[in-house]
């Protein structure tokens, strides 16, 4: 899991290098489709309960998987890149959102609150806490920057499956739930928006959006926990 952790970072810094007014999220999905064969990796999401590329790009109001396609990044843009391999049977996933060159100040913000509730949540990730100490020190982050965290969707357990047990949710009361051991390894990915927490799919059966249409964030790193605190495999800088 660190190298798979490793390679699906590695993507992403890849990937933010790439990102920038003009490009088409299609061209994205294809770097990274090539990025994982030369790295020995076989892409997590590609045909995943039918799921048609290797990544997922969600633009502005889009919460979380978007489909790549012919959709140009425009100036002003966000685009949330979610991306997950296996190497030799085991899976990283991680998720960065991307601004694209120059963005509103307070969708700025948007983005810094919604990586720190990550790095929040990963602090909780120590033996002896429970599930919920994670959501709950990312809610209580995300709200007292007067944002709002998604229910609809979760974290994960992940391992030799991308998706295993508990849910991660990322809001709750603290101490509930199933107790975090050493060897866990948990994909924490809180999606925060700008409006309102509620959320619905677009009519290609995937696109989650908000329903106000205000912006929302994604930020997801797959963690381990060891007896000496979290270790953050998809991290790379
Ligand atoms: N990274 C997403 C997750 O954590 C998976 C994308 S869904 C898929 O659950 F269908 F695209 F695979
Ligand atoms: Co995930």
Not at 2 to 21: N, Y
Not at 66 to 89: F, M
């Amino acid at each position: 899991m660190r190298i798979s952790g490793k390679i699906v970072g590695q993507a992403l810094v890849e990937i933010r290098a790439r990102i920038k007014p003009g490009v088409a999220t299609q061209e994205i999905d294809k770097f990274a489709y090539e990025f994982f064969k030369k790295n020995d990796c076989v892409p997590a999401f590609l045909g995943y309960h039918g799921y048609p590329a290797t990544i997922c790009t969600s633009i502005n109001d889009e919460v979380v998987h978007g489909i790549p396609g012919k959709r140009v990044l425009e100036e002003g843009d966000i685009v949330g890149v979610d991306i997950g391999a296996y190497y030799k049977g085991y899976c990283g996933d991680s998720a960065r959102t991307f601004s694209v060159g120059k963005v509103d100040k307070n969708i700025e913000k948007l983005l810094e609150v919604t990586f720190e509730s990550l790095n929040k949540g990963i602090d909780q990730c120590r033996i002896g806490n429970r599930v919920s100490d994670i959501g709950n020190a990312v809610q209580k982050y995300v709200e007292s920057n007067g944002f709002y965290v998604v229910r609809d969707y979760v974290g994960h357990g992940i391992g030799q499956a991308m998706h295993e047990d508990p849910q991660v949710p990322n809001y709750g009361r603290p101490h509930q739930g199933p107790r975090i051991v050493e060897g866990m390894c948990l994909a924490l990915e809180p999606m925060v928006n700008m409006g309102t927490e509620e959320v619905k799919v677009l009519q290609d059966g995937w696109t989650v959006v908000t329903k106000d249409g205000k912006f929302s964030a994604h930020f997801e790193d797959t963690i381990a926990i060891l007896a000496n605190g979290p270790e953050n495999l998809t991290r790379v800088n």
